[in-house]
């Protein structure tokens, strides 16, 4: 690994704006420099689908470099979302169970305990105690966890390297030959995996994607495209006017309220469910941070939550889990809370400089929203008590003034593949070939956007949340490119599926699932010589048994009682 020295103009950036990681991130050449090793597997992205294909692949012996665009590892496991999504968790095996396993242990030990005791911890079940995992943990245990697994490997990471998005891919034929960095450095492999929630490495190769929802008629589907008529939960109440001067709509709409909305029912478009980030709030007096007024505050951005009250919501927009330790995960909930509505669609295409706008503008919304509630006196006085109860916890984002590092991307691009997964494969009507893992979660997607009814009131429209099936398999063929457009990549977090698939498959143990899927179909190809699409299915199967892949669910009948295996 080459030696690192620091890059005095860029770590300045990073100090000035609080992003420092616990181990060095900063490089400094007079010339670009470039990293001229090979590896036999790049992973560009330290998501935790990216942590999991590192690991598994030292684990076969492989040489592997991790690249990660910010200062820490994880994504959004170690960026706040401390509730685990899955719902079926006998579906999560390999490594990703490993994690959950680690974090069990953690949390046996006293120390660990600092807020509250263990048995007050309300979450401490006995069901996990019996399998010897937890699934609710504070983002600096998360973190801590990943940096650890990752030590014990000879994985070299790079923090702070952003893909090069103009040059960013050389690619020979149908084969990627290497990648450059914004920093000039250049990794090469024998084969690639794009673990970001961006999929800026595939679209940089020239794989096919897509961007927002299909239409319904693209693959027969019925929860694609606009929804109006399923947009019942997390929806403004009745009565909420959405034009800055009540009952003049020559005054304007207020902020994110789209003038276009909403679309045929059903049909395409390139809009993005709503991101937001995963807050890690407490309410011990000794670790809280009052909830602050931000500069820039827009008292506009938040008509809509005043009105929303007015006219009836009467219980605090949020959806607050409890981790230990007096803390929480969380997350939207409510007609009006944490999602920036309709305030992301330029994220997936979008440059670094357009991101972090989007970043910042999140941030500011969240901020502002917070204080709202704990402050504003048209907030009813039962929700304000409530929200300042909590606040900001300091020993978490230390560096990044105790808000997430990670904004929670729930969707970007989406490849486009030989294999699409899409709502028939969620409901068990048709079964994806080649399993490579298990996806568990309800069909959901957050609200895509705001507009004017036919009545002239304010709504949401976008979200889905359809469930009750069986956890079903997620095909090999859905992480890999067409045999014309890549044979060395594999895209294990933006995978081919269509909208409403995704948005059940992309929960954060499923994409440690497919990334350690996906490190082992590249050390077979790698050994075997052979383009990742012509690997032998069987062999890949028999590897990803060995790891403790779940690869197929079942539910039988024994003794009249339904069990799962």
Request: aromatic fraction near 10%; hydrophobic fraction near 35%.
């Amino acid at each position: 690994m080459s030696i690192l020295i620091k890059n005095i103009g860029r770590c300045f950036r990073i100090l000035l704006f609080g992003y420092i990681a616990a181990w060095p991130v900063c490089v400094y050449s007079a010339e670009p420099l470039e990293v001229t090793k090979s590896y036999d597997i790049v992973i560009y992205g330290g998501t935790s689908a990216g942590v999991a294909a590192a690991l598994q692949a030292a684990r076969m012996n492989q040489t592997v470099v991790l690249i990660e665009s910010g200062t820490h590892l994880g994504g959004l496991t170690s960026g706040g979302l401390g509730q685990t999504d899955i719902g079926n968790k006998r579906a999560i095996g390999g490594i990703s169970r490993e994690f959950y396993q680690r974090v069990y242990q953690h949390y046996l030990g006293k120390d660990a305990w600092i807020y509250q005791k263990r048995e007050e911890f309300r979450f401490g079940s006995k069901d996990w105690d019996e399998e010897k995992a937890w699934w609710q943990f504070e983002p600096h245990v998360a973190e801590s966890i990943f940096l650890e697994m990752i030590s014990n490997t000879k994985v070299p990471v790079f923090y702070n390297e952003r893909l090069d998005l103009v040059n960013g891919v050389e690619k020979h034929d149908d084969k990627i030959s290497s990648i450059r960095m914004e920093s000039g450095k250049i990794f090469s492999g024998k084969i690639y995996i794009d673990a970001s929630y961006e999929g800026d490495l595939m679209a940089l190769a020239g794989v096919s994607y897509s961007v927002g929802r299909e239409s319904n008629k693209t693959y027969g589907e019925t929860l694609n495209g606009v929804q109006t008529k399923n947009a019942i939960y997390h929806q403004l109440r009745d009565s909420v006017d959405p034009y800055i001067k009540p009952g003049h709509p020559q005054s304007g709409l207020l902020p994110g309220i789209d003038p276009l909305g909403p679309g045929e029912e059903g049909s395409g478009d390139q809009r993005l469910q709503a991101y937001c980030f995963r807050m890690c709030l407490t309410d011990a007096p000794d670790n809280r941070i009052p909830f602050e007024k931000p500069a820039g505050y827009d008292p506009l951005q938040y008509e809509l939550l005043l009105r929303n009250f007015e006219a009836g919501a009467d219980i605090v927009p949020w959806n607050a889990k409890d981790m230990p330790n007096r803390k929480t995960d969380t997350n939207n909930n409510r007609g009006v809370s944490t999602d920036y509505i309709g305030q992301n669609y330029q994220w997936p295409e979008g440059d670094y400089a357009i991101r972090e706008k989007i970043f910042q503008s999140h941030l500011l919304y969240q901020k502002g929203l917070m204080w709202t509630l704990a402050n504003h006196p048209r907030v009813p006085p039962g929700i304000r008590n409530e929200v300042s109860r909590w606040g900001l916890s300091k020993d978490e984002f230390v560096n990044s003034d105790h808000w997430p590092h990670q904004l929670y991307i729930r969707e970007a691009r989406r490849m486009i593949g030989d294999y699409v997964m899409t709502e028939h494969n969620c409901r068990g009507e048709h079964i994806a070939p080649q399993s490579i893992g298990l996806a568990a979660y309800t069909m959901d997607s957050h609200n895509v956007q705001r507009y004017v009814d036919k009545n002239g009131q304010a709504k949401n429209e976008g979200d889905v949340e359809v469930g009750g099936f069986l956890p079903y398999p997620i095909s090999y063929r859905s992480i890999i490119p067409k045999a014309e457009e890549c044979t060395n990549l594999l895209v294990p977090v933006c995978l081919s599926a269509s909208h409403i698939a995704f948005g059940s498959i992309r929960m954060e143990p499923v994409f440690m699932v497919l990334g350690q899927s996906a490190a082992i179909a590249a050390s077979i190809a790698i050994k075997t010589n052979q383009p990742l699409q012509n690997i032998d299915y069987e062999k890949l199967r028999e590897q990803l048994k060995s790891a403790n892949q779940v690869l197929s669910f079942q539910k039988k009948v024994l003794k009249s009682r339904f069990i799962t295996e």
